[in-house]
């Protein structure tokens, strides 16, 4: 059983164009996050989410939107697709409103590439 | 601000080697203290975590690592490297208050040699 899953686990798609990564986690957690991981492995939050409200939006460009529908779904939406975008982006959960002592679980990221 | 500081984007030790990675953060409160690992293509692992219970902590895989206030220091370390410990190594930091999300270190890539 997989914990966190993101789908696709590959995305390689063309400048200019709108895409979506989705997130699911069976852990029954209630705190849902986005990390964009960079060329140089640096990790970088974007997005939190507790049970379907936005808690942390970091200074992202406005073409990135998350959308939560629920607690245990959150799904990244991307538009105008620029080549600065290609990065691995990882979805991870916590339990109990996101009380960092608890740590997180990862998925195993969707490496986009923008050509 | 809350940072984290890994001394050394490389760490080249030889197998059954002692392995140290460092691990400085930045803050007057002592923050939750986390060391994950990233195997090639793949997520992050925790391999243990500090919430100010023991100041020594043990992980898998005979992993530990040792909080020390004085020093702002969470370093991780392994008294005999083996080769499937080749991997990215990611210190983290969280806050109960304020934006409460992991801050990470930049990471340390830890490769083993035979």
């Known amino acids: 059983d997989t914990a966190v899953s993101q789908t696709p686990k590959y995305l390689v798609t063309q400048m200019g164009n709108d895409k979506s990564i989705k997130c699911e986690q069976n852990l029954g957690h209630d705190t849902m996050y986005w990390y964009k991981q960079d060329s140089k492995k640096f990790l970088k939050i974007m997005f939190s989410y507790n049970n379907k409200e936005l808690i942390i939006n970091e200074t992202v460009p406005n073409r990135f939107s998350p959308k939560s529908p629920d607690k245990a779904h959150l799904n990244l939406h991307i538009n105008s697709l620029e080549l600065g975008d290609s990065a691995v982006y990882f979805c991870?959960?916590?339990?109990?409103?996101?009380?960092?002592?608890?740590?997180?679980?990862f998925g195993s990221g969707t490496r986009l590439t923008v050509v | 601000a809350q940072s984290v500081t890994q001394l050394g984007s490389h760490v080249s030790v030889s197998e059954g080697a002692l392995v140290l990675l460092r691990c400085n953060y930045s803050s007057s409160v002592p923050p939750y203290l986390f060391w994950y690992v990233q195997y090639p293509n793949q997520g992050l692992q925790l391999l243990l975590k500090y919430t100010s219970a023991a100041t020594l902590v043990k992980g898998i895989n005979g992993f530990e690592a040792e909080f020390k206030k004085s020093e702002t220091s969470f370093h991780l370390t392994k008294p005999s490297a083996h080769m499937s410990d080749a991997a990215e190594y990611f210190c983290?930091?969280?806050?109960?208050?304020?934006?409460?999300?992991?801050?990470f270190g930049s990471g340390t890539r830890l490769q083993v040699q035979p």
């Open positions: 983290a930091a969280g806050m109960d208050t304020g934006r409460r999300a992991l801050t």
């Open positions: 991870a959960s916590s339990p109990k409103g996101g009380g960092p002592n608890y740590g997180y679980t």
